[in-house]
């Protein structure tokens, strides 16, 4: 009878922990559907310290704004990264009419995502010809990752001349710490090759990725090809400074966040914000994450996530690579990136940049989606991206090694990863 009881006191506490278990489940799939459907607010006036922006090429530039904001102007754009850079610059570089641009940022000039990610030109052919074909079919995957490997060698191109963007480019690492994984990485490096013989892999078996990259006996293999590196921050503000040098219509405003956008019977647009009103022909949301805030119809398709960044010092027996060489450390369901910069000018080893561990947060990740206050750091991903590189290194790590600075940066995503490019729901033509 003992023994009956004692059986049904287990049976009911493992019923009683797996319906918490589903219940913690619940509350936590339900606050995350509300924090993604939410609205997004504007970006923290105080985010983290981000290494990229330290010492900046063009100081007058990072609080940049016109003595009075011009009352009516051709285009609006909302956003001053990498998105709001290649916009502008295509604008005015293909119109003959000296098209008047203003630039509106919220906080510095280039202090959202662009100043705060990871510092890497690339995209995983292999793994995102699988996805974009199991969507699309595999016409469509080739055409989008063709598109997106020449993001490398254009980049490449903009940054001749631009020595402090140390836009270059790398052999990058994927590195699997589980056989899983990298079976099907190997898998699809099979397939993409009939689809694009121009893409070259090359599959490097546990002992072979050991040998070649100094890694240890947690690496069951590596995948390899070509990508890039660069400092983001630097080479857009350059860009910045070359299109205020050239185009006199040309004006950004930092510190001038949007707050409303209304589009007008005559049928163009009034810009507001706590600095004036500007009338214009059209507006142009460059502004990510943030997207939400002035278009209410994609909340919920677009998304905040914060995710988390370092610059540290690599140990001293670190292998080098003189800055060219990028790696990801990958582990379903997430993974880490990582480059490194250039040697120093006396001669010893760049600033290892190391991003992730968003899966290593306190609720598997679930708790870093739907944020959009990029002014703290959490404890668990940053513990994890701090130790990622001596533990697939270790022995080859060393001594010295430290965290020179770390900090968050807010990124925009939808449901299926699919962009979302094109007129903006409810405007006129969309």
């Known amino acids: 009878m003992g023994s009956i009881i004692s059986t049904l006191d287990s049976t009911v506490s493992a019923i009683s922990a797996g319906l918490r278990t589903v219940l913690t489940l619940h509350r936590q799939f339900s606050s ?3 924090r993604a459907s939410s609205e997004p607010g504007f970006p923290v006036p105080e985010p983290t310290k981000s290494y990229w922006l330290d ?6 530039l990072c609080d940049i704004q016109d003595d009075k904001l011009p009352s009516e ?3 609006v754009v909302i956003g001053s990264g990498i998105t709001g850079a290649a916009v502008t610059k295509s604008l005015l570089e293909l119109s003959n009419s000296g098209l008047r641009v203003v630039v509106c940022e919220a906080r510095q000039l280039c202090s959202g995502a662009t100043g705060r990610n990871g510092g890497h030109i690339k995209s995983a052919p292999y793994d995102e010809f699988a996805m974009f074909k199991s969507k699309l079919g595999p016409e469509n995957a080739r055409s989008i990752v063709r598109f997106k490997r020449r993001h490398l060698e254009m980049m490449k191109q903009l940054g001749k001349g631009i020595e402090v963007a140390e836009v270059r480019e790398v052999e990058t690492v994927d590195v699997f710490v589980e056989r899983e994984d990298f079976e099907k990485a190997k898998k ?3 397939d993409i090759k009939d689809w694009m013989p121009e893409e070259k892999h090359r599959v490097w078996e546990a002992e072979e990725a050991r040998k070649e990259f100094g890694l240890n006996e947690l690496v069951v293999g590596a995948v390899t090809y070509t990508a890039g590196a660069l400092w983001p921050y630097r080479l857009v503000t350059s860009v910045w400074n070359d299109l205020l040098d050239r185009f006199s219509g040309l004006s950004i405003n930092t510190h001038t966040p949007v707050e409303k956008v209304s589009h007008k019977p005559d049928g163009s647009y009034t810009v507001t914000t706590p600095r004036g009103v500007i009338k214009a022909k059209h507006v142009i949301h460059t502004t990510n994450a943030h997207a939400g805030q002035l278009l209410p119809p994609v909340r919920g398709c677009v998304v905040g996530a914060i995710a988390h960044m370092s610059a540290q010092r690599p140990g001293s027996s670190f292998p080098p690579t003189k800055g060219n060489r990028s790696w990801s450390v990958i582990y379903g369901p997430g993974f880490d990136y990582i480059t490194q910069r250039p040697d120093r000018p006396d001669g010893t080893a760049g600033d290892l940049m190391v991003g992730g561990g968003f899966f290593r947060s306190k609720d598997d990740g679930l708790d870093q989606v739907g944020i959009w206050d990029d002014s703290k750091n959490h404890a668990l991903p940053l513990m994890h991206i701090r130790g990622v590189m001596p533990s697939v290194y270790e022995p080859n790590w060393g001594t010295g090694s430290s965290l020179i600075e ?6 925009g995503f939808t449901g299926d990863l699919m962009p979302l490019v094109g007129r903006a729901p409810g405007s006129k033509g969309s």
């Open 32 to 34: 995350l559907l509300e």
């Open 406 to 411: 770390a900090w968050t940066g807010i990124i």
């Open 55 to 60: 010492d900046p090429p063009f100081p007058a």
């Open 73 to 75: 102007v051709d285009i």
């Open 188 to 190: 699809q490096v099979e």
